[in-house]
């Protein structure tokens, strides 16, 4: 791969994560303020989350934008403050993301599963 | 008597580790801050060194830091930006300091050729004017950008070149977008290669400071924003 298509799927990927979180947010901060405001009880949330795909779905979709985002946003974050880049810098990155991901994804799974 | 109104001017002297000199001069009406800086040099301090040629905003040689904005400063009245008749003078950010108010320009223009800012011809002598249509979009689109002077405002104004100095910078990426939409180039895809990058269009946040103070009113953002949108096209074609 080029590096010019490296950049431009990064790039990619940086925004459209963006966008999906964007909606995420929104969804979550109304699902908490929802929750919180009816004062449901730990067990009702967790019943309700059991009851649907829907919210294992959503979820897991969150995690997935979270560690393509949050990884590629640090890169250029190490990038323009630190002057950090490279392969060294890339592969820790992706271990980075694996953690996002694998650690997000099980959260996702004891909740809602 | 009346006594003269006078201008309270202060001017960077020496390099990068140089110092701020004050210097008082006549006010005058209709006068710019390149008027101010020549009055200092022709009648106060003949060693001040600035650089300037038109003098009507053409040839771009003549940008400083003027109380804290860069600025082309022979269109720059200092009406506009001495409220209070006082004026800092310093020369251009993110440039190396050659002396006074006079930048090493290198730089500026070898991002400029990185970034293919070369035209590359497709046709010979031999060969008859190219036809392009004055309303096409394409044509709009260089109309939109090609008035750059190469002045570095844009540059020294732009906030990623300060934290990463490798960035191509909006002026350099504006006129390879100018090239792209140019129907006689036969270097699309290598100069898209060359500004679609970490050091090019990518590392642009879009904080617009190009676009704020550009003296010709130039939308650098909206270049780079364009060159993304032409290096994504490319890449989801498997073209880059």
């Not at chain 1, 946003?73 to 990155?93: C, F, K, Q």
């Not at chain 2, 003098?55 to 940008?63: E, F, L, N, Q």
């Not at chain 2, 550009?214 to 880059?240: D, E, H, N, Y």
């Given at each position: 791969?080029?590096?010019?298509?490296?950049?431009?799927?990064?790039?990619?990927?940086?925004?459209?994560?963006?966008?999906?979180?964007?909606?995420?947010?929104?969804v979550h901060l109304a699902t908490i303020l929802y929750a919180t405001r009816q004062g449901l009880s730990g067990a009702a949330m967790l019943s309700r989350a059991h009851a649907s795909f829907v919210w294992p779905a959503f979820y897991a979709i969150f995690v997935v934008a979270v560690a393509v985002h949050?990884?590629?946003?640090?890169?250029?974050?190490?990038?323009?403050?630190?002057?950090?880049?490279?392969?060294?810098?890339?592969?820790?990155?992706?271990?980075?993301?694996?953690?996002?991901?694998?650690?997000?994804?099980?959260?996702?799974?004891?909740?809602?599963? | 008597?009346?006594?003269?109104?006078?201008?309270?001017?202060?001017?960077?002297?020496?390099?990068?580790?140089?110092?701020?000199?004050?210097?008082?001069?006549?006010?005058?009406?209709?006068?710019?801050?390149?008027?101010?800086?020549?009055?200092?040099?022709?009648?106060?301090?003949?060693?001040?060194?600035?650089?300037?040629?038109?003098?009507?905003?053409?040839?771009?040689?003549?940008?400083?830091?003027?109380?804290?904005?860069?600025?082309?400063?022979?269109?720059?009245?200092?009406?506009?930006?001495?409220?209070?008749?006082?004026?800092?003078?310093?020369?251009?950010?993110?440039?190396?300091?050659?002396?006074?108010?006079?930048?090493?320009?290198?730089?500026?223009?070898?991002?400029?050729?990185?970034?293919?800012?070369?035209?590359?011809?497709?046709?010979?002598?031999?060969?008859?004017?190219?036809?392009?249509?004055?309303?096409?979009?394409?044509?709009?689109?260089?109309?939109?950008?090609?008035?750059?002077?190469?002045?570095?405002?844009?540059?020294?104004?732009?906030?990623?070149?300060?934290?990463k100095p490798d960035y191509l910078g909006p002026a350099a990426l504006n006129r390879a977008w100018t090239l792209q939409n140019d129907a006689r180039d036969g270097a699309h895809d290598e100069r898209l290669r060359a500004v679609a990058t970490d050091a090019g269009c990518y590392a642009c946040h879009t904080?617009?400071?190009?676009?704020?103070?550009?003296?010709?009113?130039?939308?650098?953002?909206?270049?780079?924003?364009?060159?993304?949108?032409?290096?994504?096209?490319?890449?989801?074609?498997?073209?880059?």
């Open positions: 791969m080029t590096p010019a298509r490296a950049a431009t799927l990064r790039w990619l990927a940086q925004r459209a994560s963006a966008a999906v979180l964007a909606v995420c947010v929104l949050a990884p590629l946003g640090l890169r250029t974050i190490l990038d323009e403050w630190s002057g950090l880049r490279g392969r060294a810098v890339d592969v820790l990155l992706a271990a980075f993301a694996l953690v996002l991901l694998a650690g997000g994804l099980r959260a996702v799974a004891v909740v809602t599963l | 008597m009346i006594a003269e109104p006078t201008l309270a001017v202060r001017i960077w002297r020496g390099r990068a580790d140089g110092a701020w000199r004050d210097y008082a001069v006549p006010r005058r009406p209709a006068q710019t801050v390149l008027d101010v800086v020549t009055h200092v040099q022709r009648h106060l301090d003949p060693t001040l060194a600035y650089r300037f040629a038109c003098r009507v905003g053409m040839c771009g040689s003549c940008a400083m830091t003027v109380n804290g904005r860069a600025r082309w400063t022979c269109r720059t009245h200092v009406d506009a930006v001495a409220a209070d008749d006082r004026l800092e003078i310093a020369p251009l950010s993110h440039l190396p300091i050659v002396r006074d108010l006079v930048v090493d320009m290198t730089r500026f223009f070898d991002k400029w050729a990185q970034a293919g800012g070369a035209f590359v011809p497709t046709a010979s002598r031999r060969d008859d004017f190219a036809v392009i249509a004055p309303d096409s979009p394409a044509r709009r689109e260089v109309d939109a950008a090609i008035e750059c002077i190469g002045c570095g405002v844009c540059y020294a104004s732009c906030d990623v070149v300060g934290w904080h617009q400071s190009c676009t704020e103070r550009c003296p010709k009113q130039l939308a650098p953002t909206a270049s780079i924003a364009g060159l993304k949108r032409l290096a994504v096209r490319a890449a989801l074609k498997g073209a880059l």
